[in-house]
């Protein structure tokens, strides 16, 4: 069992993935590569450094970054102003960002212990209790470090404290069984139901991910399922009504709630942060129009007898 | 869920949701069109400045110059109830205004009249740049001015001038502003609360004989013979022409009535006018007669001073049983009860207070302020007080949406699921009540201030978030705002000013002297004793000043130990007397202290002296250092961060220590408060850079709160992280109170699980010890405004699924993009 994971961030009083107020971990590394993807800086495994340049307060009247830098000339500089870090060399920017008074130099990754999460999440254990709360573990895809998930969720279940795991559950079986005895709820999505579309906008096979929705669903486990809604992409007839015979006929429709979240235009300042291009950058929206669209698809769900909300809700409010 | 069952139920379902955010441009909350009315005319009238009450006051002292101060007071007192003009408004169901139409502004110039005759002269109240008022026309200028003379060396303002030595004047807001007395030095004190009880089952007639028996019982061989004699005759000659006041209004409303054609206002008319006579004659019978009473009877402590928080006790409590009366009896249904509620609600926006520029700096806004409603809570066995009555308060409160009143709940572990509901649905609501307040903390603070359990758990919150015993005390709460980085500055700067470089208290040390972080500690410690010593010895000089120049004998009576006792409540009739200055900044000190901790003494990052430099200069041409000081890397309050938490204790510690105790002329004592409501912002512009990283001019931290500066925010961690710094000291020390503003996104309080998510956080907040929260919920217009000022809204997150983002750091594009969806949420 592994005792560390890399961490890239926690969050306290998180109310989107799963019930009450959680704290949230997440997990650094992505198999997938979704387009959409609002989090750039959890797909590499490795820890990363980000620039932000807006906080940089100049090379030539700060510029303390480069003497603390292991490579020198590696730091890029344009107006005076620290720009994209480049993280494909392998070099550790550890000391720079120790160095820089202004915090634009941002480390994404933190080895941490289970203890050392735990005394984090263990702050707030009163609001959990409040609130049918706890603890979700997210990432990244957060089974890539699935034993240290397997440590924290025991701690957590020696603690009474509630878990949630939030996976795209492209991994193996044995990972998810593991897991399974000290996960009181997934939360898992479904992008799309054609191999070769999931494919283009993934880079990953959708087999393995419906193949462990439907194991998971076998074991009557608590599922809360979502579809990423993404204009011209899987917002289509076909692909709903796929998605829909998909939970029905394969998941016995054991899902507590499926849940639409409509595309945003999200994480654009991280990837530039990283300097890794945005796939999204194209997509025109007429909001209003994209918002209509996306709670008729919800209606469909719900005609299907499937439990559908947009948002990350799990009820529907009461109406004035 | 435990405490799933309660009785109390208002005249809507307790979850009925009241929206999400506060939405302009309403004219309909109300279900009552009487009540939208009403309101409306509020909001269409000007303020103005009436000059009645000052005529005939004026008129009535100089007719009795030789007379006691007591007998002075009550002579004009009733020289303006017998005169003054009277006003029923269209639609009206109670009457009684503070001897000015509604919305008007009087003037009391015993406490002060300099600055309104320089203002007027100089910089004229129809062109301040807010909380403008305005003068009818060049003869009632003129005359205020000429009567404004005569008082001239006569108010407690000139005497006080004269009193304060130049340690104390150095340090007041004549001078450098580290504290400021202004609120009574200029005016009333006010911030009581009646014993509204006893009110209701005696009347003004049980009062005044009560104050026959006290009188025809004193004794000549007691040496305050004479001052106890004037004392109940200047009460009585008051309650009577309190009595005649409402006699004068019933014949008005019967002149009223016979002039309406409307048959069902003719009806509500008469009904009025014998409520009226009832109430001067009597007793109040029923709910309508008790609201009657308490209207007129609050309006005229008023028109006996401006001090302002006229607080209304327990409401929910002490008119319950006219409530339930009138209920059993079925001569009374929840809607009208509710309709009445409102109507009373409207009412109390009436009362206007004109105040100085100086004083309107630190405490914005033009009406009285600080008149709180106290609902909830638990009773004085400790039982759960809540009823139908607490119901329909919030109910009112959500319907009219003004400025007053106050509301303010009392939590505790056993307060119903229901209540707590629709606490968090008036919240949610977002137009800014009610504000909660903790029993466990509050109960422990009032018995810190030596009253009994069952006392303790009788207490209403008076003004902002002061605690108080209806009926027994007199806590001259408020007394004055402190600006606690001011303090600091001397510490950093050997006793010196940053702003004029002067000597203004003693040289204990400074950043270019001190060898070790005990020597700040310490220093901190004698230039909070010094300041302290300033301030206090100047508030028991304005003490004595009202007690010499302005008794009371009119709200005195609702004190039964002065009644008792034959003093008044300026001499120290009432059970408890205290003066609670409260602490503005707490964390910009405790900040500045973590700074100076670590990089100075523990990291050696820079030098005392240099950090001292960049301070002088305003952090200009220290770049480095400035972002350092404000970056995540030092330790800031907050964040559940042990080492810059423990700093924030000690200060807060450090004032409450130096205020407890102290000895006042009342026969009680100073107690402190740690709140700056929002006097922050102009403290911050009159005060130079601070250790923590913030900028000459900018705000000091608010209240209880964290820092913010225009280079960021120095809690990070989200809102859980700072309740759990925040209930790291021991709230009962600031027996004056303490504040707490929380702010969240519309977007975390959406939808059942946003309510239900928010309704948790407090149920954890109560549990954890604070003791007041208040919330903000933004709306699309404070993210449109944060576009426009983005350095004003730095630490506002939009939380995602998975994503969380400070919201000034996004793209213009996308920040449009969050503000549609969010209107497309509800």
Not at chain 1, 76 to 87: E, G, M, Q, V, Y
Not at chain 2, 142 to 148: H, K, P, V, W, Y
Not at chain 2, 151 to 168: C, I, N
Not at chain 2, 366 to 374: D, I, P, Q, V
Request: glycine residues 8%; contains cysteine; proline residues 3%.
């Amino acid at each position: 069992m592994a005792d560390k994971g890399i961490v890239f961030d926690v969050q306290r009083y998180t109310i989107h993935d799963g019930p009450g107020l959680r704290t949230e971990l997440f997990l650094k590394g992505c198999p997938l590569r979704c387009q959409w993807c609002s989090n750039p800086e959890s797909w590499a495994p490795a820890i990363e450094w980000g620039a932000y340049q807006s906080k940089c307060i100049s090379l030539s009247k700060c510029g303390l970054c480069t003497p603390a830098c292991p490579v020198k000339g590696i730091l890029n500089f344009k107006r005076d102003k620290l720009t994209a870090i480049d993280n494909s060399k392998q070099v550790d920017y550890t000391d720079c960002e120790k160095a820089c008074p202004a915090d634009a130099i941002k480390q994404w990754g933190k080895t941490m212990s289970v203890s050392e999460c735990m005394t984090i999440i263990c702050k707030d254990k009163s609001y959990y209790e409040q609130s049918g709360g706890g603890v979700t573990v997210s990432g990244g895809e957060a089974l890539l470090q699935s034993e240290f998930v397997l440590s924290l969720f025991k701690a957590c279940q020696k603690e009474g404290i509630q878990t949630c795991c939030e996976t795209t559950f492209y991994a193996d079986w044995k990972k998810v069984e593991a897991l399974i005895p000290y996960t009181d709820i997934w939360i898992s999505d479904i992008k799309h139901m054609d191999p070769m579309i999931h494919r283009q906008y993934t880079s990953g096979d959708n087999k393995i991910i419906l193949e462990n929705l439907k194991r998971l669903t076998d074991l009557k486990q608590e599922l809360i399922l979502r579809i990423p809604v993404i204009p011209n992409v899987n917002d289509d007839r076909t692909n709903i009504e796929a998605t829909a015979d998909f939970i029905l006929n394969e998941l016995h429709g054991r899902v507590r709630t499926l849940q639409l979240l409509s595309f945003m235009r999200l994480g654009v300042e991280k990837y530039q942060s990283l300097n890794i291009p945005y796939g999204m950058e194209g997509i025109e929206l007429d909001r209003e129009a994209f918002q209509e669209h996306v709670a008729e698809i919800a209606a469909y769900f719900n005609r299907r007898g499937i439990h559908c909300l947009v948002g990350t809700k799990e009820q529907e409010d009461t109406k004035e | 869920m435990s405490n799933t069952h309660t009785t109390a139920i208002g005249t809507e379902p307790f979850d009925k949701t009241y929206g999400i955010g506060y939405q302009v441009h309403h004219t309909d909350w109300s279900p009552f069109s009487r009540v939208n009315k009403l309101r409306q005319d509020f909001l269409d009238r000007s303020y103005d400045i009436d000059v009645e009450r000052l005529r005939l006051v004026t008129e009535s002292y100089q007719a009795h110059q030789t007379e006691s101060k007591k007998m002075q007071c009550a002579y004009a007192f009733e020289n303006v109830l017998l005169n003054t003009k009277l006003y029923i408004y269209d639609q009206d169901l109670i009457v009684g205004e503070i001897a000015a139409p509604a919305k008007a502004a009087p003037i009391y110039p015993e406490f002060s009249v300099n600055w309104i005759i320089d203002e007027i002269l100089n910089s004229p109240f129809e062109e301040r740049e807010h909380d403008k008022f305005f003068i009818r026309n060049d003869e009632e200028r003129q005359e205020i001015l000429d009567l404004c003379k005569w008082w001239q060396g006569k108010t407690v303002d000139d005497r006080l001038q004269a009193s304060l030595d130049e340690d104390q004047l150095k340090g007041s807001e004549v001078g450098e502003k580290i504290f400021q007395t202004n609120l009574y030095h200029y005016a009333g004190v006010g911030h009581l609360a009646i014993d509204y009880k006893n009110l209701m089952k005696v009347g003004y007639v049980g009062l005044i004989k009560e104050a026959k028996k006290h009188l025809a019982a004193l004794s000549k061989r007691d040496p305050e013979w004479a001052a106890k004699r004037d004392f109940y005759q200047a009460m009585i000659i008051m309650h009577e022409a309190a009595r005649t006041y409402i006699k004068r209004y019933a014949k008005l409303a019967m002149a009223t009535a016979k002039e309406t054609t409307n048959q069902q206002r003719q009806t509500e008319l008469e009904e009025m006018a014998a409520n009226c006579y009832q109430i001067a004659d009597g007793t109040p019978k029923t709910f309508w007669q008790a609201l009657q009473l308490f209207n007129i009877a609050t309006a005229l402590i008023q028109v006996e001073s401006n001090g302002h928080s006229i607080s209304y006790g327990r409401m929910d409590q002490w008119l319950y049983p006219y409530y339930e009366a009138d209920m059993k009896k079925a001569t009374l249904t929840k809607d009208f009860a509710l309709e009445l509620l409102e109507v009373e609600y409207v009412k109390m926006n009436n009362p206007t207070k004109l105040k100085d520029q100086g004083s309107m700096a630190v405490r914005n806004g033009r009406g009285f302020g600080g008149e709180s409603l106290t609902i909830g809570g638990v009773d004085r066995d400790g039982n759960d007080a809540t009823n139908d009555l607490t119901m329909l308060m919030l109910e009112g409160s959500a319907h009219t949406r003004m400025m007053n009143p106050w509301v303010c709940v009392r939590m505790h572990e056993n307060t119903p699921y229901e209540l707590k509901m629709k606490v968090v649905e008036c919240i949610r609501a977002g137009y800014g009540h009610p504000k909660l307040y903790n029993d466990a903390p509050a109960i422990k603070a009032m018995m810190r201030k030596g009253m009994t359990l069952a006392e303790a758990r009788d207490y209403c919150v008076v003004g902002c978030v002061e605690l108080s015993l209806p009926g027994k005390e007199y806590g001259w709460h408020d007394a004055a705002y402190v600006n606690t980085p001011k303090m600091m500055e001397m510490v950093l700067n050997g006793g010196r000013s940053f702003n004029t470089g002067k000597q203004l208290g003693p040289d204990t040390g400074s950043l270019d002297t001190y060898t070790s972080f005990d020597e700040v500690l310490a220093s901190v410690d004698q230039q909070f004793e010094y300041w302290t010593d300033q301030m206090c010895s100047s508030l028991n000089i304005i003490d004595a000043l009202h007690r010499e120049l302005k008794p009371l004998p009119y709200v005195s009576a609702f004190f039964g130990d002065c009644m008792d006792s034959g003093k008044d409540l300026t001499e120290g009739g009432a059970k408890y007397n205290g003066i609670g200055p409260q602490a503005s900044g707490t964390a910009t000190c405790a900040d500045s202290l973590a700074t100076i901790k670590q990089l100075v003494f523990e990291d050696k990052y820079c030098s005392g002296s240099e950090l001292l430099q960049a301070i002088k200069d305003n952090w200009e041409g220290h770049d480095v250092l400035y972002a350092m000081v404000n970056s995540s890397k030092v330790h800031h309050y907050g964040n559940d961060d042990d080492y810059a938490d423990e700093l924030f204790k000690y200060m807060f510690e450090c004032y409450c220590r130096h205020i407890t105790g102290r000895k006042n002329l009342r026969g009680g004592d100073f107690r402190p408060g740690v709140y700056s409501v929002n006097a922050n912002v102009a403290m911050g512009m009159n005060t130079h850079a601070s250790a923590d990283g913030r900028k000459k001019g900018e705000a000091i931290s608010d209240n209880m709160g964290p820092v913010h500066t225009d280079a960021g925010s120095h809690d990070i961690c989200g809102p859980t992280a700072l309740v759990n710094s925040l209930a790291k000291v021991d709230h009962s020390l600031a027996t004056n109170g303490t504040l707490m503003n929380l702010r969240f996104p519309q977007d975390a309080v959406a939808g059942i699980q946003g309510r239900n998510n928010l309704l948790s956080f407090i149920d954890a907040y109560i549990a954890k010890g604070p003791m007041h929260v208040q919330f903000n919920i933004m709306s699309s217009e404070t993210m449109r405004a944060a576009q426009k000022k983005p350095e004003d809204y730095k630490d506002m997150l939009v939380r995602v699924a998975g994503y969380s983002a400070y919201f000034v750091e996004l793209g213009k594009p996308l920040q449009k993009d969050l503000i549609q969806r969010t209107e497309l949420s509800f």
